[in-house]
């Protein structure tokens, strides 16, 4: 028997998600003994972009700086997307393995990492190298021909179809029907049965599996009941109406063995998943042993069991995943909510709810399918840059190009729209040719999902749609140019999708601070911060109980209201629903009643900043000038010991290894931008990462890190030498940071937020008279050098 399944609206999620976060600040506060702090004016989210091994490692870097001073831990939300991801699964799988922050980050960790860089096709040696590369031809070219199963089953099953309508058009009965009718009976329907049978023993066999089609098989049997009875029945008595008189022109043996084929095309079309066939497996297995190989039973960890309040500490201690995917919507499919719908949509996987808004959301531990999805699977989906649909990149001539040569890492999921607990019988080559002629819709029993950057590449706005107070977004995709796409796309959504006004301060336009201007070759600042305002908002009309006032129709009334029409705080409210003048006159009332009471919360702001509710701290892939020229020069003692390959691998050598005395004036990630200048935009394309590589963008990530939490380079150094001890800080403390950032005079300074001390020094509080003098917004203080 079937059990509807509930679909849920985004607020609710966001509410059940916001009460488990609650208790998680509480829980981490006991285990830390500290204070808890205020959830709903601290909620905080880190937000990590696409960008594949290079976003991967920039926010590897930059979120080891974060753990390093205890902040990290203090996030409510770790939303990614593609590249981004990967860091994200490190992290979830690492904490739910040792439930222990200090966990992360380990040298084997970090050298294991760094060694496999190049994650498609890894290897130390020539040797290795080429014995890697042909396995992934071998297994392109396996997926590619079974990719192919599809359109084959299709087209044979439309040719043999053919071969049989046109015997049985040209047929001339020869003998007494009721005989040929027996002889038919015996040789081809009781086989066939007894195929249904089997074929339903081994439905069932497979569901084990998860493959999902078995407890849905009968589906099956019912239609071929039905088929008999509708379609055969009749057939068979106009043919015992004829003569029996003529010539057979298809022989009755060979017509059942064409029947058996279609018959067997039908069935195995049953078992093409495209999941299965597609490059997904071979993604994520190399993303699962790049990333998680440390992490044992954990790397293949399943979505539903990332967060859970119970008593073991690993099922919380990580901030909750958001991981972001594209909803591909090239044919969407009726229904007034989907008028008027682009191509894609944000499509939400987590371990409570996944789904998207024009879908509803679903319970991920309950509704068959995401139950099952592992954190490697929802990671590669996440990152599926290559497919038919890709949202709003998405191409017809591209789709059929791309379905054909099977550059398909998109997945396909069961559809939220349809709500039934039952697991779904597909037949998979009409998939096939959904995504061939682009139409892939909502209104399918499966819908399919890619690369979150699709739609959104920053990861925010998903942190934007929970209002959190503070938000963290790296940006480590690809701008060689500084064009700032991926965040005006954010920008533009924010706005005409959520009523966020995304505004950066005077002094800290990104176009002005981050692009690198010709002069100089560097960047001014590698962040930049902006404040969040509701300018517009949509929401039910409730009563101060919290029910809901209902239209003509039974519907919920929902209240639209724009709050600065002209520029001003100036609230302007309009209601949604089919109301008469009564009701809506004593609507209104309740919903001027509602925008108040909203805008009290923040009555002791004056004008458009009692909109204000939230700080985007915007932080860019880049590289700032050094204060002194890098020391470049290898160890002579290194040169002199390597024989014939000496000086190549002291230089290679020199990006991992600096003289005390040279600390404070050169480090790794400068050397390799002198010989790569690109860096560290280099093209996306390039997922081959050697051990130099890589390490100059972590490192880069980490001196992000720093230079965002305020903190000297000097100071960076020691503290991450263990030489200083800096207390971990509270998300108070970093909101008020950035709050002061950008909007100082022209004569004040930024401030620093980090006090390193020394690890002999006793820890004692700074008086506020003791702070240390602040500087021009344009240096940080960052001494020797700076990035």
């Not at 950008?742 to 937020?753: D, H, N, Y």
Request: charged share 20%; aromatic share 12%; with cysteine.
């Amino acid at each position: 028997m079937s059990v509807e399944r509930k679909t849920y609206h985004y607020e609710e999620i966001i509410e059940v998600e916001s009460e488990q976060l609650r208790e998680r600040r509480r829980r981490l506060a006991e285990v830390y003994e500290e204070e808890v702090e205020d959830f709903d004016t601290t909620k905080f989210g880190i937000a990590l972009s696409g960008g594949g091994i290079r976003s991967a490692t920039i926010n590897l870097g930059f979120l080891r700086t974060l753990n390093l001073f205890g902040l990290l831990r203090r996030a409510d939300y770790l939303s990614t997307v593609s590249g981004g991801g990967y860091t994200g699964a490190y992290i979830q799988a690492t904490l739910k393995k040792t439930a222990n922050y200090s966990a992360l980050f380990a040298d084997e960790h970090i050298r294991h990492m760094r060694t496999n860089g190049e994650y498609l096709i890894p290897g130390q040696t020539v040797l290795t190298k080429f014995g890697n590369t042909l396995i992934l031809i071998i297994g392109y070219l396996s997926s590619l021909a079974m990719s192919l199963f599809s359109p084959a089953i299709l087209v044979s099953g439309v040719l043999i179809a053919y071969r049989l309508i046109d015997s049985w058009i040209a047929y001339e009965p020869t003998k007494n029907p009721m005989e040929w009718f027996a002889e038919w009976l015996q040789g081809m329907v009781l086989p066939i049965l007894l195929g249904v049978v089997a074929l339903h023993f081994l439905a069932n066999l497979i569901a084990k599996f998860s493959l999902t089609i078995s407890h849905l098989f009968n589906v099956i049997e019912t239609t071929i009941v039905g088929v008999v009875l509708i379609v055969f029945v009749p057939v068979l008595l106009i043919f015992l109406s004829q003569e029996n008189e003529g010539t057979q022109q298809l022989p009755l043996d060979e017509a059942n063995l064409y029947l058996l084929v279609l018959l067997g095309l039908v069935v195995v079309g049953f078992f093409t998943n495209p999941n299965a066939l597609s490059f997904h497996r071979f993604y994520r297995s190399r993303l699962a042993r790049a990333f998680l190989a440390h992490t044992g039973k954990w790397s293949n960890a399943k979505l539903k069991d990332l967060f859970s309040l119970n008593d073991t500490v690993g099922d919380w201690i990580a901030p909750y995943p958001l991981i972001n995917t594209c909803l591909n919507l090239q044919n969407p499919g009726g229904g007034e909510k989907f008028k008027g719908t682009k191509a894609s949509d944000y499509f939400l996987l987590s371990p409570l709810y996944s789904g998207a808004k024009l879908t509803g959301y679903v319970s991920t531990p309950e509704f068959p399918g995401y139950d099952v999805m592992s954190l490697p699977a929802a990671t590669t989906i996440s990152a599926a840059a290559l497919n038919p649909g890709m949202g709003n990149y998405s191409n017809k001539l591209l789709s059929v190009l791309m379905t054909i040569f099977n550059a398909r890492l998109g997945y396909w999921v069961n559809n939220p729209l349809k709500k039934s607990s039952k697991h779904y019988v597909v037949w998979w080559p009409l998939y096939f040719f959904y995504e061939l002629l682009s139409k892939m819709g909502s209104s399918n029993r499966k819908v399919n999902i890619s690369d979150g950057g699709h739609i959104e590449n920053l990861g925010v706005y998903e942190l934007l749609r929970r209002r959190c107070r503070l938000i963290l977004a790296v940006d480590g995709g690809a701008d060689p140019e500084f064009l700032f796409y991926d965040l005006e796309n954010l920008t533009v959504r924010a706005r005409n999708e959520l009523g966020i006004e995304i505004r950066f301060r005077d002094s800290m336009i990104p176009e002005e601070v981050m692009r690198v201007r010709p002069s100089k070759g560097y960047s001014d600042k590698r962040f930049a911060i902006a404040d969040l305002y509701q300018i517009w908002e949509e929401f039910p009309l409730t009563d101060p109980k919290g029910r809901p006032f209902l239209d003509e129709e039974k519907e919920e009334v929902e209240v639209l209201v724009n709050y600065v029409p002209d520029g001003e705080l100036d609230p302007e409210i309009y209601l949604k629903g089919c109301l008469t003048k009564e009701m809506h006159q004593k609507y209104r009332e309740r919903a001027i009643e509602m925008v108040n009471d909203k805008l009290a919360i923040r009555g002791h702001l004056n004008g458009k900043e009692k909109l204000k509710f939230g700080t985007l701290v915007y932080i860019k892939s880049s590289v700032t000038a050094p204060m002194l020229k890098p020391f470049m020069q290898p160890r002579e003692e290194d040169s002199a010991t390597e024989g014939i390959w000496g000086k190549t691998k002291a230089y290679v050598r020199s990006f991992f290894v600096a003289d005390d005395t040279d600390q404070d004036y050169t480090y790794d990630t400068y050397k390799y931008k002198i010989y790569h200048p690109a860096f560290p935009h280099e093209s996306t394309a390039d997922q081959f990462f050697d051990p130099v590589q890589w390490e100059s963008y972590y490192q880069l990530g980490q001196f992000i890190g720093a230079d965002v939490l305020g903190l000297h380079s000097h100071d960076f150094l020691n503290v991450r030498s263990g030489q200083q001890y800096v207390p971990p800080m509270s998300i108070l403390e970093l909101i008020e940071h950035f709050d002061r950032i950008g909007v100082e005079t022209e004569k004040s300074q930024a401030p620093t937020l980090i006090r390193a001390r020394s690890v002999e020094e006793e820890a004692v509080p700074a008086k506020p008279e003791e702070e240390a003098p602040v500087q021009p917004p344009g240096d940080q203080g960052h001494i020797g050098y700076s990035m």
